[in-house]
């Protein structure tokens, strides 16, 4: 049985055709224009594949409620042309098969548990730090949604007292998406960074500020496996600094097994960026049982 999968981003989607053992079997990328421009290449590439559902792990904020006018809609985003976008419903139109829905992080995060690292886990969170911050919640064996969906990568931080930025996110400023995605250490430091890999003060702020958030959904959530994923992440070291500093916060107040060995807790994904197509996969699988 074939599965369609769809990563939704702000510059691209990347669309996937696979299988329920979560193999990808060819896969696009388009850019994302606006709906009327992408919309219809997307639907011409899933068109006639024999696929018996579709996953969409979109950007947000989107509505998940199934009891709601607007489900399966792009909400309130900044992306001007996709606000308030019926997603679901074009492609449910388009290639009459079931739609599943879920933002793009949780998707990751379902990629992980299904295939990955958390596989086996009932409780787990993915982060993903890039162009912004977004937060997938796994608990009680199930992606957590609730009133909306998980917007963890705005929760609003303490500033570090050697930094004098005043914050990128236009809605919270000193948020962690607005003190540690990738846009503010660009307008921070003046310069993105893949430029700053010999500026040790750089990535030790960047650390600092993602730790402290780990710290907190360690105390809210009680994750057994914390997975931290996007572009910026990918600079060499900095996961082992975000470990020093989460030991150093913890400060030994919670002593579990999966805090004595932090190298196994906190970890980068283990899916060779596919975490997010696949989890698209399994979002569709899932839909089609429903």
């Not at 696979?18 to 990808?24: F, L, M, R």
């Not at 709906?35 to 989107?62: N, Q, R, V």
């Amino acid at each position: 049985m074939l599965f369609g999968a769809l990563e939704a981003g702000g510059t691209k989607m990347v669309c996937a055709i696979g299988n329920e053992q979560g193999e990808i079997l060819d896969r696009i990328s388009i850019p994302t224009e606006t709906p009327d421009i992408t919309m219809p290449k997307m639907a011409e590439y899933f068109a006639g594949k024999d696929i018996s559902a579709l996953g969409i792990g979109c950007f947000g904020p989107i509505d998940l409620n199934r009891t709601s006018p607007t489900y399966g809609y792009i909400t309130t985003t900044p992306k001007l042309p996709w606000k308030n976008y019926d997603i679901c419903g074009y492609f449910r139109e388009k290639l009459n098969i079931p739609v599943g829905f879920d933002t793009d992080v949780n998707g990751s995060m379902l990629g992980e548990a299904t295939w990955g690292c958390a596989r086996g886990l009932d409780t787990a969170i993915y982060i993903t730090i890039g162009t912004g911050v977004g937060v997938g919640v796994l608990a009680g064996g199930g992606l957590l949604h609730g009133m909306l969906h998980p917007e963890a990568g705005h929760i609003l931080m303490p500033v570090r007292s050697d930094d004098t930025y005043a914050g990128k996110c236009p809605y919270h400023r000193t948020c962690l998406e607005g003190l540690a995605s990738g846009p503010a250490i660009e307008a921070r430091w003046g310069a993105p960074g893949r430029e700053l890999g010999d500026r040790p003060e750089v990535w030790d702020l960047e650390a600092y500020y993602i730790a402290a958030a780990v710290t907190d959904y360690i105390m809210t959530i009680s994750p057994q496996k914390v997975i931290l994923g996007g572009g910026v992440m990918h600079h060499d070291g900095l996961i082992e600094q975000v470990r020093a500093y989460v030991k150093d916060m913890v400060n030994g107040y919670l002593v579990t097994k999966e805090l004595e060995d932090l190298n196994s807790y906190i970890v980068l994904p283990s899916l060779d960026d596919n975490q997010g197509i696949m989890g698209a996969l399994k979002l569709g699988m899932e839909e089609l049982n429903r």
